[in-house]
Structures are given as C-alpha cells and as structure tokens.
Nanobody, 126 residues
Framework: QVQLVESGGGLVQAGGSLRLSCSASGRTFSSYGMGWFRQAPGKEREFIAT????????NYGDSVKGRFTISRDNANNTLYLQMNSLKPEDTAVYYCARFGHPRSCDSRLPCPYDYRGQGTQVTVSS
C-alpha cells in the first residue's frame, strides 16, 4: 500500500507563491510517473502538471504553464509543485497522484492514477 501525503497549502495573495510537497511511502517512488491535479468546487478535476519517474519529462496544463514547476526528489520520495504568480482562479484542493507507469502524462488527456493523497487546500485572495 502506498501513502501520499501533501503539505504546503494555505492562503496567499494574488501574485504570491507557494510550494507544495507530496511525501510518498514505500520503496518504489522512483519507478513511477507522478502528477498534481486540482479540483475546485463545482469544477471538474484538472491535471495541471505531471513528471516521469526520472524527472526527465514534464508536462503542464495550459492554465499553469510558465507559472508552476513540478519536480521530484527520488532520494527522499518527495514530489514538489512550485507555484508562482498565483491567481484567484488557482484556488482549489490540490492532490498528488501516482501513475501506474514510469511516464509523465499529457494533461490534455485522461491521466489514470492508482494512488492519490488526501489533498491540500490552496486559496488565493484577490
């Protein structure tokens, strides 16, 4: 069983930054692609950033491209999401997820995952 635990969410003003972390249990973190998705009330789930198992391939949704950066530290089983230039429309619960393969995922397509965390709230005030 894999456990994913997100942290780093909070309240920030528009234009500010936050860094989310996702700590993973187990020994297989480095074998799987990972991603971040978000869900706001009344809206569909949106995958915003994904990364391959090695970190060599990343993919971003159009809504965050150029503002967010996904990265991973395989030695410490941790996934990150650096969020800059935050906007009120970025307000959502953010989840990390593990894919069942080592590749990143094109966020314009469905990105099936086998594990996800409990989520962390990000609120951006205007």
């Amino acid at each position: 069983q894999v456990q994913l635990v997100e942290s780093g969410g909070g309240l920030v003003q528009a234009g500010g930054s936050l860094r989310l972390s996702c700590s993973a249990s187990g020994r297989t973190f480095s074998s799987y692609g990972m991603g971040w998705f978000r869900q706001a009330p009344g809206k569909e789930r949106e995958f915003i950033a994904t990364i391959s198992s090695s970190g060599g391939s990343t993919n971003y949704g159009d809504s965050v491209k150029g503002r967010f950066t996904i990265s991973r530290d395989n030695a410490n089983n941790t996934l990150y999401l650096q969020m800059n230039s935050l906007k009120p429309e970025d307000t959502a619960v953010y989840y990390c997820a593990r894919f069942g393969h080592p590749r990143s995922c094109d966020s314009r397509l469905p990105c099936p995952y086998d594990y996800r965390g409990q989520g962390t709230q990000v609120t951006v005030s205007s």
